[in-house]
T-cell receptor, first 110, second 116 residues
Framework: EDQVTQSPEALRLQEGESSSLNCSYTVSGLRGLFWYRQDPGKGPEFLFTLYSAGEEKEKERLKATLTKKESFLHITAPKPEDSATYLCAVPNFGNEKLTFGTGTRLTIIP | EPEVTQTPSHQVTQMGQEVILRCVPISNHLYFYWYRQILGQKVEFLVSFYNNEISEKSEIFDDQFSVERPDGSNFTLKIRSTKLEDSAMYFC??????????????FGPGTRLTVL
């Protein structure tokens, strides 16, 4: 069974203080790894897909990277509006249902 | 930009009552999903739907649950007799299922179900 573990559970940063969030995964065959952003009381908002080890994707202050065992979401010089819960998920073979991690709750302090 | 929509945003019901949660997936998408998220817990898969039938369902998706695509645009989740433990956010998602980004799923804003 696919497993996804995210760390840390929560992270508080000062505005401008860069850091990384971790997502480690165990799957029978990697069919991609997704990062989502979730604001309180809202649905997951799609950010990135990574399909193979070594791949990187960037969007504004966020950069996602992938190895054979884990993915990192690097946040550079974050702003308060980057505060959210960041989720990673992996699809399974067949109908591509997603297995999610518990997320990292990121708070950026002005 | 196309998006998944869900109604209602919040549903309050009494235990034992039936509820129907509605979703309009992105128009050219082929696969549809329901997930739920109990407060403070992870998002978990309920059911997937393709070609007008269920392709997979989780252990949570028991006989009290059903899904339907009554027309070309709506996708519904029905809970026949709600329990207190059904209180959660319910998310609908859809994916295109073709092309390079075939398995990317896009989520709706959710319906908060409160069972009293």
């Amino acid at each position: 069974e696919d497993q996804v573990t995210q760390s840390p559970e929560a992270l508080r940063l000062q505005e401008g203080e860069s850091s990384s969030l971790n997502c480690s995964y165990t799957v029978s065959g990697l069919r991609g790894l997704f990062w989502y952003r979730q604001d309180p009381g809202k649905g997951p908002e799609f950010l990135f897909t990574l399909y193979s080890a070594g791949e990187e994707k960037e969007k504004e202050r966020l950069k996602a990277t992938l190895t054979k065992k884990e993915s990192f979401l690097h946040i550079t010089a974050p702003k308060p509006e980057d505060s959210a819960t960041y989720l990673c998920a992996v699809p399974n073979f067949g109908n591509e249902k997603l297995t999610f991690g518990t997320g990292t709750r990121l708070t950026i302090i002005p | 930009e196309p998006e998944v929509t869900q109604t209602p945003s919040h549903q309050v019901t009494q235990m034992g009552q039936e509820v129907i949660l509605r979703c309009v997936p992105i128009s050219n998408h082929l696969y549809f999903y329901w997930y739920r998220q109990i407060l403070g817990q992870k998002v978990e898969f309920l059911v997937s739907f393709y070609n007008n039938e269920i392709s997979e369902k989780s252990e949570i998706f028991d006989d009290q649950f059903s899904v339907e695509r009554p027309d070309g645009s709506n996708f519904t989740l029905k809970i026949r007799s709600t329990k207190l433990e059904d209180s959660a956010m319910y998310f609908c998602a859809s994916r295109l299922a073709v092309g390079r980004s075939y398995n990317e799923q896009f989520f709706g804003p959710g319906t908060r179900l409160t069972v009293l």
